[in-house]
T-cell receptor, first 113, second 111 residues
Framework: NAGVTQTPKFRVLKTGQSMTLLCAQD?????MYWYRQDPGMGLRLIHY???????AKGEVPDGYNVSRLKKQNFLLGLESAAPSQTSVYFC????????????FGDGTRLSIL | TQLLEQSPQFLSIQEGENLTVYCNSS?????LQWYRQEPGEGPVLLVT?????EVKKLKRLTFQFGDARKDSSLHITAAQPGDTGLYLC???????????FGQGTTLQVKP
């Protein structure tokens, strides 16, 4: 049972390039989330989804887009990467909303030069 | 904006010592979760507390949710090197499933 799988694990981009981070979960969870983790700032929610075909903005959505075309997948896109988007990105999923634990992937370390 | 403040941010102690990590907010949360994260991995849930005043124990770890559901604490008894890691508290905002995370407490337990 893989849980939450993120690809790629590492990536270096140049300013202005675009890329998509992939997240896949095999637990049939309804809710999925994208976070970024920066030193001293904990995890901050970028976008989230409460079900297939739905997305919503989180705390820091600017510069990112997401899509949830299939229940098991949640994609995070950077259209024009900026150095301020250098971070570790985590995807998470949960079965439902209230009181449910979130299951995290192992992260994607992204550097923008 | 709901915020969670964790203290201390860094803690370095000797094996066998006790410690407490605090998680405070001016906002009320429907539940509080504590996660532990090791380098190169995602956070892993330790416990969820949902009732004001609730106390939960997980072996040497004791978690408490404040009566007013605005704060929480994590107490570790007789810390071991295996407890080393980043501890994160996270509050659930209403019933949306969205979590607000604290900045984290980095714990180092020296043998």
């Amino acid at each position: 049972n893989a849980g939450v799988t993120q690809t790629p694990k590492f990536r270096v981009l140049k300013t202005g390039q675009s890329m998509t981070l992939l997240c896949a979960q095999d637990m049939n969870h309804e809710y999925m989330y994208w976070y970024r983790q920066d030193p001293g700032m904990g995890l901050r929610l970028i976008h989230y989804s409460v079900g297939e075909g739905t997305t919503a903005k989180g705390e820091v959505p600017d510069g990112y887009n997401v899509s949830r075309l299939k229940k098991q997948n949640f994609l995070l896109g950077l259209e024009s990467a900026a150095p301020s988007q250098t971070s570790v990105y985590f995807c998470a999923s949960s079965y439902d909303s209230l009181y449910q634990p979130q299951h995290f992937g192992d992260g994607t370390r992204l550097s923008i030069l | 904006t709901q915020l969670l403040e964790q203290s201390p941010q860094f803690l370095s102690i000797q094996e066998g010592e006790n410690l407490t990590v605090y998680c405070n907010s001016s906002s009320v949360f429907s539940s509080l979760q504590w996660y532990r994260q090791e380098p190169g991995e995602g956070p892993v849930l330790l416990v969820t507390v949902v009732t004001g005043g609730e106390v939960k124990k997980l072996k040497r770890l004791t978690f408490q949710f404040g009566d007013a559901r605005k704060d929480s604490s994590l107490h570790i008894t007789a810390a071991q090197p295996g407890d080393t890691g980043l501890y994160l508290c996270a509050g659930e905002a209403g019933n949306t499933g969205k979590l607000i995370f604290g900045q984290g407490t980095t714990l180092q337990v020296k043998p």
